[in-house]
């Protein structure tokens, strides 16, 4: 049963990103390698069991994966570094994990508003392409993650994360179309 809800997400995941496709700046087959890091970093962080890692949160972009959320141990956090940076298809990590307590259910309901608000502003902002953008948002830090088009269109898109209320700081590990980690990572395929 196990393999039939991974193919099951795989296949869901993949339609998602050909849905999407046209209007990134990300391959089709980046796409697909993307969803299956995110697919099988969560297989391994379900079958590790060392650590609780139900208040990480993680976000795949381009081979790149953001970990955001809590750990409760510096342990855990360099575990979880550890898991993510041996995981195919990815290339790059970003730990933003933060030591402490769980997220207080209040706050977990502010960030996933601040994240809603947010997505939607981007969407509504004809000066910016959505689909290039992912975002996380834990203890009120937004985190973004995605490929610009420009430093203006990384401005707008900053603005409108500071411009929420409930917004405490605004983390970007956004890159440029020409930044040439891009380039080196679509031809080293």
């Known amino acids: 049963m196990r393999l039939s809800l991974f193919k099951g997400l795989l296949l869901a995941a993949a339609a998602s990103v050909m849905i999407t496709g046209c209007t990134t700046n990300r391959t089709f087959g980046g796409g697909v390698d993307d969803v299956t890091?995110?697919?099988?970093?969560?297989?391994?962080?379900?079958?590790?069991?060392?650590?609780?890692?139900?208040?990480?949160?993680?976000?795949?972009?381009e081979g790149r994966v953001l970990l955001t959320g809590t750990m409760r141990t510096r342990?855990?956090?360099?575990?979880?570094?550890?898991?993510?940076?041996?995981?195919?298809?990815?290339?790059?990590?970003?730990?933003?994990?933060?030591?402490?307590?769980?997220?207080?259910?209040?706050?977990?309901?502010?960030?996933?508003?601040?994240?809603?608000?947010?997505?939607?502003?981007?969407?509504?902002?004809?000066?910016v392409y959505r689909a290039n953008y992912q975002i996380a948002v834990s203890g009120g830090i937004v985190y973004i993650l995605g490929v610009a088009q420009g430093p203006a269109e990384l401005t707008r898109v900053t603005d409108h994360a500071r411009n929420i209320r409930g917004v405490k700081k605004v983390v970007s590990h956004v890159l440029y179309v020409g930044d040439p980690r891009r380039q080196t990572r679509a031809t080293s395929r």
Do not use: W
Request: aromatic fraction near 8%; glycine fraction near 8%; avoid cysteine.
């Open 75 to 127: 342990e855990g956090k360099r575990h979880l570094q550890d898991l993510a940076a041996s995981s195919a298809n990815v290339e790059e990590v970003m730990n933003e994990i933060i030591i402490g307590p769980k997220t207080p259910f209040n706050q977990g309901t502010s960030d996933a508003l601040i994240d809603e608000k947010l997505g939607f502003a981007l969407l509504a902002d004809n000066g």
């Open 37 to 61: 890091a995110d697919i099988n970093l969560r297989a391994r962080l379900f079958d590790d069991g060392l650590y609780d890692y139900s208040d990480v949160d993680l976000t795949v972009y």
